[in-house]
């Protein structure tokens, strides 16, 4: 943010110009002090007072002497000039002291500050040595009365400073917005056409894990090569995508065990141009689509579409297209088994300054075992997600299962292998997730796409709310009865998905609580297919299709759904959080803080700012101690007094960029950007300090203690929910530890005045 800039300076120079060094320093540190003073944003601090004044009484010595140097004059230097070096070095004095204390206190670079905050208001010291030196001319010739008319200039000075920092704060926040908006629309269209690219490669299941493999390669020889980040995006997001127009290719044609005929070749020929005219509507903020188009130039021009060569070829088309004949060498595929690696880099070695740009291939020859292992270890790590994650489970929600009349055959990829229509379906469904508003248009958009691929009676969205589902959208058979639902967490089909985060195929529909159980209600529906939708900050709910045929859904069925059920719930995610933040407050009535809603958005923001740059967080949970104690000593009101008091005398303390939130109850969160765990007792103390301060301002005063937690980013975690988890269990162990002690000292105290106990003595008062 700008530093501040305060016409005051201009008095000063004047000072130095026409009046005595003490007369100038007093004009100063009088104006430094009321400036303090006026309007402050927090509590006035005797230290920074102090600071202040010392720091521009420094500032003015410095610019006095040199103004008056007899060094200066004995040169020859005329007044303008002296004055234009006093005001310097006066700017220098003023400001780099200030910075460094900013530095000092934020964790940050002193000359950065200096630069970011004030060496931009030099300028204006330049414009008021200069209307110095005219009103002392002035004044030479008409008198001291010329002051007089320096007032407005002076005024139109300052104001046009302060609308050109308030343009400048309005365009930063304005472009922030829009780079957050730029982001979470990239994120958004990736995650979205990300379902199409699977759904391709699952049409032969000898390239499994292909894609992510040439991405792993791909990430790695563009950032050898130090590829700009929007075309390091690009080419991430196209290594992933650049299959995705084989939906035009039929499907005989990419599963064909052997040679591909000239005819055939011809077809499998326009999949870059396909794929390029798909991802045009997508409208990626990088350019993917010319990366797709151009996949499989040849470094020598005889490649396909556009018959390219050289360096017309996109750079990210060259590094997927050398990557990814390297991994095809290196795969099985349905004509041949897979080659050695070194056979597959000593084949694309030879194709150097023929298919492929010399100098990829040279870094592929140098690192390919590297990027080979850490292509493995990307895969492995994304099976063990899917195997721990996509577990698909029979009968074992509570009551939940038929016997399974299916053979193992069923089991395949039958569906995705003739994935062409299912497909088109899935991009149908993607683009409707991206283009709709609102969640129940959201539902009601995806409902009849999804149901020409999954036929299903009924359709059920729950979402989590106080450990319960309750449902969001319902369409379909016995809608109004789905509709009344309240499922607790873990109980029922829905319910058990969304505890164990494992979807349900084929379950039993009669277990779900409240309703198909219930004696009073008879439905004819009879298995049902339920999975979780996972954010980033737990399950959200479940969606659930329900059919009036036993085992009426497929293995293939649910991995279709399984496949846009991230899109979904990103979308879904989205949507609850805009919801969130238009209907309800982001302020404690009771307190006036930020409420626990507010601290949910504002750690999620300060915890993805820490990682992306690499910074600390600490994260302190505050409750008082024994509050309930003054509520039921003083009344409800005389306790919410206190809550006001403490909340207040909390803000006082807190520095600028810290973020207080009140949780509820007697509990508050305190969100600490910057804070190290070597600094965190010294954090405590100042807070403890401030309930103590809160307590004696009533009559008669309370004795109000606090039990802390701090837990820290990125030592104990880094998600938003660890974080609190962690500081609120470090909370409560602190509390638990000081019961503990009070019982202790109490016991001690009265087995003390048990073994002191003496026969009661006719001895006076005071007697030895």
Known sequence: MPGSLSANFFYVLMGIVQMTLIETMTIASVSVLLQSLWRPSGRVSLVRAVFNVANVSSAVLMAYRVFRAPVLLEAGFEFPLRLALATSLYFVANTIPVAVMISLTENRSALRTWRECYLWSFAYYLVGAAFAVLLHVGEAFVGWQASVLVVPIIYLTYRSYELYLGRLEAQQKQAEIQKQHAEEVAALHLRTIEALALAIEAKDQTTHSHLQRVQTYCREVGAELGLPEPQMQALIAASLLHDIGKLAVPEHIISKPGRLTPEEFEKMKIHPVVGAEILERVQFPYPVVPIVRHHHEKWDGTGYPAGLKGEEIPIGSRILSAVDCLDALASDRQYRRALPLDEAIRIVESESGKSFDPKIVDILKRRYRELEAKARAASATESSKLSTNIRITRGLAPGAGFESTRSPESDSLSSFQAAGAEAQQLLEISQQLADSQ?????????????????????????????????????????????????????????????????????????????????????????????????????????????????????????????????????????????????????????????????????????????????????????????????????????????????????????????????????????????????????????????????????????????????AYLPLNGLDTSRLLAEADRLMYQEKQARASCGMRALSQVLTASDNNAQPVSSTPTGSP
């Open 438 to 710: 609102s969640l129940p248009e959201t539902m009601s958009r995806l409902a009849e796409p999804l149901r020409r691929v999954i036929p299903f009676d009924s359709l059920a969205l729950y979402l989590v709310k106080e450990e319960r589902l309750a449902p969001e959208f319902v369409t379909g058979h016995d809608d109004t009865l789905f509709s009344s639902l309240e499922i607790p967490l873990g109980q029922g089909l829905s319910g058990w998905v969304a505890e164990t985060r494992k979807p349900m195929v084929n379950g039993n529909p009669a277990v779900e609580p409240g309703y198909l159980n219930s004696p009073q209600h008879f439905t004819l529906l009879q298995s049902a297919l339920a999975v979780p939708l996972e954010g980033a900050t737990g399950v959200l709910g479940v969606l659930a299709l329900y059919h009036k045929q036993r085992d009426a859904f497929t293995r293939d069925h649910l991995h279709f759904l399984l496949g846009i059920s991230s899109k979904l719930s990103m979308s879904l995610e989205n949507r609850l959080r805009y919801r969130r933040a238009e209907d309800s407050a982001a302020r404690d009535n009771l307190t006036g803080l930020p409420n626990a809603r507010a601290l949910s958005l504002v750690l999620e923001s300060q915890v993805n700012l820490a990682r992306r740059e690499g910074s600390c967080l600490a994260v302190m949970v505050v409750d008082l101690d024994g509050f309930k104690a003054v509520n039921e000593q003083f009344g409800h009101l005389e306790g919410n007094r206190v809550l006001r008091s403490v909340a207040q005398k909390l803000k006082q303390r807190c520095r600028q960029g810290d973020f207080l939130a009140r949780m509820g109850g007697d509990e508050f969160v305190i969100l600490l950007p910057g804070v190290l765990p070597n600094q965190g007792p010294r954090m405590a103390q100042r807070f403890r300090e401030a309930v103590e301060e809160a307590g004696r301002e009533f009559d008669p005063p309370l004795k109000l203690s606090v039990s802390l937690g701090l």
